[in-house]
């Protein structure tokens, strides 16, 4: 039987083959579109599947970022809970030793207060001063002593053993009574008034014994006492300006002089001048002029007047007696 070509219609065909035919077509077309329809499902399923994969991997770097936070958190709140163990130690420790050192001071304080009651009691009690074997023996209250805390027999009472009733210093005796009449007057005046009993070749010797004994206030009430018994200041330590003025010189020593009662009349202190340690009671400023700096350093100037006077530059009274004085009322400095 020989073969039959498929490519050439055939010329008789038969009502049941071509219904095969026409049901082959439309199944075979009907395939087609299933496969279309597969195709495009595979696709969106697919795409679907990329979607959900994408969300999945940004859930995953997400909770890998949140995995390293709460890991740095974790590193941090342990470094936290190590310093604060640390802190702890470190201050049990202080509160410690503070206990201790309280504990000592506390001790200390009863020690102080012991002696300091003692030493009251012991206050208004008599010492006997035996001064380099002196034929006088001085006698007074440990409390007139006691009067300048900064000074060497303060402090020689200080480490005295309590209830000792005699107290022997090394030195020169000589004067000794020029320092107790010191430490009993009541102010400087009465001090002075004491200190003019004295001869003015006995003030050298009672001057070193008022640094020795660290009696600040004395020293420089007998350096006034010294200088104020040599009045020689006038108007030959300026020069002349003008036709009624005079100027300091520049290099004029004005230091530890006599100028008690001294009038200065249309001075001007052109060039920085110190009076320090100078007498200027009574003094009279009037009209002058301070263009430069003027020291009254540990001066005497009670009692002075500065009038219609013209303050440029500071006017330095540190240390000055300044009772009843009358200052300007500006470029004043008082420096501790």
């Known amino acids: 039987m020989s073969a039959i070509d498929s490519s050439k219609p055939m010329e008789t065909t038969t009502p ?53 936070t709460l890991e740095q958190k974790k590193k941090e709140l342990a470094d936290a809970q190590a310093k604060l163990d640390h802190d702890r130690k470190t201050f049990e420790t202080n509160m410690a030793e503070r206990g201790k050192r309280f504990e000592q001071q506390k001790d200390d304080f009863d020690s102080m207060q012991r002696r300091a009651n003692a030493m009251l009691e012991d206050n208004d009690s008599v010492v006997e001063i035996d001064v380099g074997g002196h034929p006088t023996k001085f006698k007074t209250f440990c409390k007139t002593l006691c009067r300048f805390p900064d000074s060497t027999l303060a402090q020689l009472m200080n480490a005295k053993p309590v209830n000792q009733a005699i107290i022997f210093i090394d030195r020169d005796g000589q004067h000794f009574d020029a320092i107790l009449s010191y430490l009993r007057s009541e102010h400087d005046e ?11 070749d006995a003030i050298p010797d009672i001057l070193e014994e008022a640094k020795y004994y660290n009696l600040r206030q004395l020293v420089k009430l007998l350096n006034w ?4 018994r040599n009045k020689d200041s006038d108007m030959t ?34 060039h920085g001048t110190s009076f320090q340690g ?41 240390g000055a007696n300044m009772k009843g004085a009358r200052l300007p009322d500006h470029n004043v400095q008082q420096d501790d």
Not at 23 to 41: G, N, P, V
Not at 190 to 200: D, E, G, S, V, W
Not at 238 to 267: Q, S
């Open 237 to 270: 330590l300026f020069e002349k300006e003008g036709d009624n003025g005079y100027v300091t010189k520049e290099e004029v020593d004005l230091t530890e002089r006599n100028f008690t009662g001294f009038r200065f009349e249309k001075v001007h202190f052109k």
């Open 16 to 68: 049941l083959v071509q219904a095969f035919m026409i049901s082959a077509r439309k199944i075979a077309e009907e395939l087609q579109k299933l496969e279309l329809t597969k195709d495009q499902e595979y696709k969106r399923e697919d795409e679907e599947l990329k979607s959900k994969l994408a969300v999945l991997s940004g859930q995953e770097e997400r909770i890998t970022q949140e995995r390293c």
């Open 190 to 200: 009465q001090a002075m008034q004491i200190i003019t009993r004295y001869p003015l």
């Open 278 to 318: 100078s007498v200027l009671e009574r003094a009279v400023f009037s009209k002058c002029k301070f263009e430069a700096v003027v020291s009254f350093i540990d001066t005497d100037l009670r009692k002075a007047q500065f009038v219609d006077c013209d303050v440029i530059a500071p006017i330095i009274v540190t």
């Open 225 to 228: 006492a010294r200088i104020r």
